[in-house]
């Protein structure tokens, strides 16, 4: 393993050009990478990083292909397992921490990073056919929030869910929202919505149930809601402070709320998104779990 790993001396050497500052623009890239022969002459087009030990596990289970991984030499044994399942094709650098934390421009704890190869985004058609629940986003711009989304569809539903988006909802390949979902935005396929929000009637029209959270007094308790018989459900959520749109909520088939105590805001999305998924996927028995 460790004649296989390259040391870097220099934080300006261009084998590790891909992991230097990591607040830059190209880390938000769109959704969909351009993959024609110009994107193809940035080399930083379609990439995402992975960032720390679950992460890094996830991509290499991942249908997305690694590009090089970065390492801090402190972490180098205990991260040796982990590292000997990095395809053999794949560089592996490592620099001492001050080094490390020159290249990446952050205080980097994990000690480790893993540059991977965007795919094209799931389609909507796709996960209509596929997801037997999904998690539909409008607008969320904050990418922990995202992430823990990605979470908890994970924990909660499992198998055959999906997360559709809203073109304004930040990407969920981002270094931090990938962090923040341990992982799971690799796992959970996602797909935007370019006609939103008129597209949600799409999903109405393939057999789920839109479902909107919106914490408005015309909103149904949710602990009172039940599917219909032969329903899929798509949860609706918008994003904190300004909530689902007028137009969004049009579109929506029903509307629920959790009972909060009085004198209170807004649950934070991702808690709301983790308790509507709790509550109407493992209460009721046609959205419930099947794979544990």
Same mark, same amino acid.
């Given at each position: 393993?460790?004649?296989?790993?390259?040391?870097?001396?220099?934080?300006?050497?261009?084998?590790?050009?891909?992991?230097?500052?990591?607040?830059?623009?190209?880390?938000?890239?769109?959704?969909?990478?351009?993959?024609? %022969?110009?994107?193809?002459?940035?080399?930083?087009?379609?990439?995402?990083?992975?960032?720390?030990?679950?992460?890094?596990?996830?991509?290499?289970?991942?249908?997305? %292909?690694?590009?090089?991984?970065?390492?801090?030499?402190?972490?180098?044994?205990?991260?040796?397992?982990?590292?000997?399942?990095?395809?053999?094709?794949?560089?592996?650098?490592?620099?001492?921490?001050?080094?490390?934390?020159?290249?990446?421009?952050?205080?980097?704890?994990?000690?480790?990073?893993?540059?991977?190869?965007?795919?094209?985004?799931?389609?909507?058609?796709?996960?209509?056919?596929?997801?037997?629940?999904?998690?539909?986003?409008?607008d969320l711009a904050n990418h922990d929030n995202i992430?823990?989304?990605?979470? %908890?569809?994970?924990?909660?539903?499992?198998?055959?869910?999906?997360?559709?988006?809203?073109?304004?909802?930040?990407?969920?390949?981002?270094?931090?929202?990938?962090?923040?979902?341990?992982?799971?935005?690799?796992?959970?396929?996602?797909?935007?919505?370019?006609?939103?929000?008129?597209?949600?009637?799409?999903?109405?029209?393939?057999?789920?149930?839109?479902?909107?959270?919106?914490?408005?007094?015309?909103?149904?308790?949710?602990?009172?809601?039940?599917?219909?018989?032969?329903?899929?459900?798509?949860?609706?959520?918008?994003?904190?402070?300004?909530?689902?749109?007028?137009?969004?909520?049009?579109?929506?088939?029903?509307?629920?709320?959790?009972?909060?105590?009085?004198?209170?805001?807004?649950?934070?999305?991702?808690?709301?998104?983790?308790?509507?998924?709790?509550?109407?996927?493992?209460?009721?028995?046609?959205?419930?779990?099947?794979?544990?």
């Amino acid at each position: 393993m460790i004649d296989r790993i390259t040391q870097i001396h220099d934080a300006n050497d261009p084998r590790i050009r891909v992991f230097c500052s990591q607040r830059d623009a190209w880390l938000r890239a769109a959704h969909n990478p351009d993959v024609s %022969s110009e994107a193809d002459e940035d080399q930083h087009q379609g990439l995402f990083m992975g960032e720390g030990s679950l992460v890094v596990e996830h991509l290499i289970e991942s249908p997305y %292909s690694i590009e090089s991984v970065l390492v801090g030499t402190n972490r180098i044994g205990a991260l040796g397992g982990l590292l000997g399942r990095v395809p053999g094709s794949v560089p592996i650098y490592c620099a001492d921490q001050p080094m490390l934390e020159s290249i990446v421009g952050f205080p980097m704890h994990r000690g480790l990073l893993a540059c991977g190869r965007r795919l094209p985004t799931d389609s909507l058609d796709a996960l209509i056919v596929s997801c037997r629940v999904l998690v539909v986003l409008e607008d969320l711009a904050n990418h922990d929030n995202i992430g823990s989304v990605f979470r %908890s569809a994970a924990c909660l539903v499992g198998e055959g869910v999906g997360v559709v988006l809203s073109p304004r909802c930040c990407d969920p390949l981002y270094r931090k929202a990938l962090r923040v979902s341990m992982g799971h935005a690799l796992r959970i396929p996602f797909a935007v919505m370019d006609d939103w929000p008129g597209g949600l009637r799409r999903l109405s029209a393939a057999g789920f149930r839109v479902v909107a959270m919106s914490p408005g007094q015309e909103s149904e308790d949710i602990c009172d809601y039940r599917g219909q018989p032969g329903e899929r459900l798509a949860l609706l959520l918008g994003a904190e402070g300004p909530g689902l749109s007028t137009d969004a909520l049009a579109n929506a088939d029903k509307r629920v709320r959790i009972e909060q105590a009085r004198n209170t805001d807004s649950l934070n999305i991702s808690v709301a998104c983790a308790v509507g998924l709790h509550r109407l996927v493992q209460a009721d028995p046609q959205w419930g779990c099947d794979d544990r």
